[in-house]
């Protein structure tokens, strides 16, 4: 059994959540494999439910974060745009920076589970 503290970040824009840990996996995926069916597939999710969480964080952020192509001669095929990148390497500078500061208080709380 592994212990440990996680944080679950969200960022919302009224009801939806724009960014969380599992679109974070996503927009990761989606730069590495250059697809959203390849990134879906990696990530253990639909095509579909893939789709949707793309199409949320596309409505939540000023400019889109992934453009999609449409298959055709080249086969289609997924990027993160400027802001996508800078969206999702922002995201994981506040999980490093939230996590150096409370590294003591987590320390602390660990100390007090069972062995």
Known sequence: MRTGIRFRLRVTRGADIALGP??????????????ITAAARSLGMSYRRA?????????????PL???????????????TTSGLVA?????????????????EMRALLRLLKR
């Open 51 to 63: 789709w949707l969480l793309v199409d949320t964080m596309n409505r939540c952020f000023r400019e």
């Open 66 to 80: 992934v453009e999609a192509e449409a298959g055709g001669k080249r086969g289609g095929g997924a990027r993160l």
């Open 88 to 104: 999702a390497g922002r995201y994981r500078k506040i999980e490093k920076l939230a996590s150096r500061a409370s590294a003591a």
């Open 22 to 35: 599992g679109k974070i996996d996503l927009l990761e995926a989606i730069a590495k494999t250059g697809s």
